[in-house]
């Protein structure tokens, strides 16, 4: 088996994703430590919302490595994905007998780290 040299780390970030959190972990979960091509693959047939917010956040993560920093987007990996909670929109909607029922709109903060990874 060939050892792994670990070498640049490149950053995406998506915020205020009009999906909460949790929902959004369901997603990122399946791809966390994959090749980026794999994630991408696995990305396409999730029945998911999230799934085509994630899959484009990583695709800008591999432009961003190819543009900016010359990388090879045949070694990138997934590092490090994680969904941050973002600002929660709140306001009421009037039930009965006077009270008011809170609605809560979550939102998150989905941060991509693509790895280098090169075999010897």
Sequence with gaps: ???EVQGFQVRAVKKYLGISPQKV?????QVRGKHV???????QFLPQGAAAPVAKLIRSGIA???ENF???REDLWVAQIAADHGPTRKWRRFGARGRFKPILRRSSHVTVVLEERLAD
Excluded: F, P
Aim: glycine residues 4%.
């Design 25 to 29: 972990r369901r997603v990122i979960d």
């Design 37 to 43: 091509n794999d994630a991408l693959a696995v990305l």
């Design 64 to 66: 961003n490595a190819e």
């Design 1 to 3: 088996m060939a050892e």
């Design 70 to 72: 010359g990388l090879n």
